[in-house]
């Protein structure tokens, strides 16, 4: 048998078969995005805008992020930085009242207590808390937080004031000098005001003190050194209509820290009564009425002190 001949060239390809049968299911694919969910939540179907309100604006990532290597300072406006400045300086000074006019505190131990460097002097306070307008000035003792208002005059001048024998006590005010008791405040100020913020005073104070020098020639003020007795001591009248004395419940008690009129030696001397209460409405002093007067030679003059609210 001779070796086998090299291979034919291939046939012609043959007609297609037919199609096989159909594979089994496949794996089921990831879930798609809830769209239908959102449809009927909104409504469905497309927004219409123009019905409500429109939609936010897009920026690009370049837009929308501020560049934070931007080294460009915005100019601030000197107005807009002037009335900032000068509104932070009111808030502040509303909050912590200064005592100036503008700016009156309630008390001046409020204004101690914001401002403890600030020194004894006049102030403003308002301790209505009203409006400024009637804010009226005292005196503040910036050592122990003390407001004290000035009387007005504060002094009674010296000379015979009364020469009759008629019963006492024969009150300076209300019998000698035609009714007329003593007054408190500025002279610039009205007098209802000076009465309103007073009565305040009082509420928000827990204790009063004032002082009454009685100066005297030939009248004796508060001991008779004669007789060793108080009964021609003077008596003080408070804004109460309360009588204050020199003997009696110790309430109701002044006490005198000098006294050099107790006698008639034809020369000056003084008297001088303090009373303090933590009844604040029984202060000031509205008048006083002298037991040793009435001869012609007995002459007196009163030094009015500040009253003083703590």
């Keep these: 048998m001779g070796p086998p001949g090299s291979r034919g060239i291939s046939g012609e390809i043959g007609p297609e078969g037919p199609p096989g049968e159909p594979g089994p299911a496949g794996l089921p694919g990831p879930p798609g ?25 897009e920026f690009s990532e370049d837009e929308a992020l501020p560049n934070s290597n931007s080294t460009t300072i915005v100019p601030v406006d000197p107005g807009v930085q002037a009335t900032l400045k000068a509104l932070s300086s009111q808030l502040e000074s509303m909050k912590s009242p200064d005592g100036s006019k503008k700016h009156p505190a309630r008390t001046c131990d409020d204004l101690k207590r914001c401002y403890p460097m600030k020194k004894s002097g006049e102030y403003w306070v308002d301790p209505n808390q009203g409006s400024a307008e009637d804010a009226i000035k005292v005196h503040c003792n910036m050592e122990t937080g003390e407001t004290c208002i000035s009387a007005n005059p504060s002094s009674i001048p010296r000379k015979v004031w009364w020469s009759s024998s008629r019963n006492k006590p024969v009150w300076f005010g209300a019998d000698i000098n035609g009714g007329i008791h003593f007054s408190y405040g500025n002279t610039d100020q009205p007098a209802n005001a000076i009465t309103v913020q007073m009565t305040f005073i009082r509420l928000l104070s827990k204790e009063a003190s004032q002082t009454i020098t009685y100066n005297c020639k030939n009248s004796v003020g508060y ?22 004395k020199a003997e009696g419940p110790s309430r109701f008690r002044y006490t005198v820290v000098e006294d050099t009129c107790t006698q008639a030696n034809g020369k000056w001397g003084k008297t001088v009564f303090e009373y303090r209460t933590q009844s604040t409405a029984r202060l000031p002093i509205v008048d006083i009425a002298p037991m ?15 009253v003083c609210f703590l």
Excluded: C, R, V, W
Aim: glycine letters at 16%; proline letters at 16%.
């Design 33 to 57: 995005p809830p769209m239908a969910a959102i449809d009927d939540l909104f409504g469905g179907g497309p927004h219409d805008y123009d019905s409500g309100p429109p939609p936010p604006p």
């Design 223 to 244: 001991k008779d050194e004669k007789t060793g007795n108080l009964k021609k001591a003077a008596i003080l009248k408070g804004s109460n209509d309360l009588e204050l």
């Design 292 to 306: 040793d007067i009435g001869g012609p030679d007995q002459e007196f003059g009163i030094d009015i002190g500040p």
